[in-house]
């Protein structure tokens, strides 16, 4: 099997103060993993880190088969501004920015797919309705929409479901699934354990450094589970140079 | 009503001027002043045409009332403070809004003790309040040219500034376009302030802008409609301002921000998206 993503000993962080600190190992192609730690895990930076909006402090990530435009990548809701007068329809269409970019018309074949992704995510009818009128899960289902329109071989999902009702995590989770079928390569940051334990084949387990990664149920156990919470200590601002070396 | 309405610019050549620089100005800057609203960027805006006034009054002392010197020193000094503001706000732990405040300041001061040192009170007084009245061709050439490539910039602009306002983050994750857009878009306020700089003096050149851009907000959901009923308000607020001061003698600059600032107060209270009608009159609720 192909490998996606490489992290080669990788240190991300802000400051100089590791967030993920030391990490090494190989994300096949295809997959499907989930990322799970305790807050301040470095589980968001890690997926910074992987579009590139973070530099690495340390080591490397490497992404042979995977270019730049091939990543789609959802952060958290919070950072999106919803009270900018836009409709549901122009943010699904933005994703199809890497074909149009800057000046480039829509056609209509391409009007056929914004629509498509919008029904796919259940959204019809809320084409002209301005983003800071819907509801926090019909956001995420619009965001969900543009994904499917970014069409992308890497796609890195921050806590998508979180404050979300079962119905519409159901629905995103078949969409997570489709796009799985599809062999493209899945990241999604999670804190639910027993979402992870029964939707997702891989786990890695994240507590800065990598408690944990391979098959979910092996990486998922109390033991370990107990480890990340230790070993997730409090940010120490008067911490050393650290030595330790490529692993 | 003809007396009244038309009969001022068809006679005067000094009202078709300022007529003609007040649409140019409203025309480049009322589509800028809705972007810098929706960005949070409206004292920026306001603290911007402050910070022009030193170059500007370089300018001055060098060479005059000399509309090329008082332009390329008022472009100079805006650049500085906008990239200055950014930089400390970047690198320190100041706030930008504080940041600008402590540059606009000091700009100002400097600028009208700049003016005051060579000119007269008339002088200071066109400076600060401008002089929409006594536009000749080079400047309304200067202001119309300011517009033009203000609205071709936003259209080739639109699409990575609107995302750049909405998420920044999926802007950055797809393009490289986001920080060269932003400078752009700077770019474009300090050029649209220097242009209102003439007409209407430092103390009210985000006038056009953001008043305007204010008020539409209260009567649209989208962009495009909130841009063409700012642009649209910005214009009628100057031929209104102009026909007030004419008829009146009131100062003109000061009229048409005035007439603006109506606009603005009727949109609070009466606009459908927001406004305190729909506040304190809400209706019957619908059935879904």
């Not at chain 1, 796919?120 to 956001?139: C, N």
């Not at chain 2, 503001?85 to 003790?113: H, I, N, P, Q, W």
């Not at chain 2, 649209?220 to 026909?243: Q, W």
Request: hydrophobic share 55%; with cysteine.
């Amino acid at each position: 099997m192909t490998a996606a993503l490489q992290f080669r000993n990788l240190t991300l962080g802000y400051d100089r103060h590791p967030a993920v600190h030391h990490l090494t190992g190989t994300v096949a192609d295809g997959v499907l993993l989930a990322v799970i730690g305790p807050n301040g895990a470095g589980k968001s930076t890690l997926l910074k880190g992987i579009v590139g909006v973070l530099r690495p402090l340390d080591g490397a990530i490497e992404r042979a088969q995977i270019r730049k435009r091939d990543i789609a990548y959802l952060p958290q809701i919070a950072e999106i501004d919803r009270s900018f007068p836009i409709t549901v329809y122009d943010l699904v269409a933005m994703g199809l920015w890497r074909r149009a970019g800057l000046f480039g018309g829509i056609s209509r074949r391409e009007r056929d797919e914004i629509e498509k992704a919008i029904s796919a995510v259940g959204l019809e009818g809320f084409e002209g309705r301005t983003i800071g009128t819907l509801s926090g899960g019909q956001m995420q289902r619009a965001l969900f929409a543009r994904l499917l329109l970014q069409d992308a071989q890497l796609i890195l999902l921050d806590e998508p479901f979180t404050s979300l009702d079962a119905k519409t995590i159901s629905d995103l989770l078949d969409l997570i699934h489709r796009w799985h079928r599809e062999r493209r390569t899945i990241l999604i940051v999670l804190h639910d354990l027993d979402l992870a334990r029964t939707q997702f084949p891989e786990t890695l387990l994240l507590a800065r450094e990598a408690v944990a990664w391979g098959r979910t149920q092996d990486v998922l156990t109390a033991e370990n589970l107990l480890k990340a919470r230790q070993m997730c200590e409090a940010f120490d601002r008067h911490a050393e140079v650290c030595e330790t070396d490529a692993a | 009503m003809y007396d009244f309405l038309i009969a001022p610019f068809v006679e005067f050549e000094f009202m078709r001027r300022a007529l003609v620089g007040a649409f140019a100005l409203a025309l480049g800057g009322a589509p800028v002043g809705v972007f810098l609203m929706l960005r949070r960027m409206s004292l920026t805006g306001d603290a911007m045409a402050h910070a022009i006034l030193p170059g500007a009054a370089v300018g001055f002392l060098v060479s005059g009332l000399s509309l090329f010197a008082m332009t390329v020193g008022g472009i100079v000094a805006g650049f500085t403070v906008a990239l200055g503001a950014g930089l400390v706000a970047r690198s320190t732990e100041l706030k930008e809004d504080a940041s600008l405040a402590a540059f606009y300041l000091v700009s100002l001061a400097l600028g009208v003790l700049i003016v005051s040192l060579k000119g007269s009170n008339i002088d200071l007084l066109h400076v600060l309040f401008g002089s929409v009245l006594a536009l000749d061709d080079a400047t309304l050439i200067l202001i119309a040219g300011i517009a033009t490539i203000s609205l071709l910039t936003l259209a080739i602009l639109w699409r990575p500034l609107v995302l750049e306002c909405v998420d920044p983050n999926f802007l950055r994750s797809v393009s490289g376009a986001g920080a060269p857009t932003h400078l752009a878009f700077l770019a474009l306020m300090v050029l649209n302030l220097v242009g209102a700089f003439h007409g209407l003096g430092t103390l009210l050149a985000v006038g056009l802008m953001m008043l305007p851009a204010a008020a539409a907000r209260f009567w649209a959901k989208d962009l495009t409609s909130m841009i063409v009923i700012a642009v649209a308000v910005a214009v009628v607020s100057g031929v209104v301002g102009l026909l007030v001061s004419y008829h009146s003698g009131a100062a003109a600059g000061p009229a048409i921000i005035l007439v603006a600032g109506v606009f603005y107060v009727v949109s609070v209270v009466l606009g459908p998206v927001g406004g305190l009608r729909r506040h304190f009159v809400p209706g019957r609720h619908l059935e879904a």
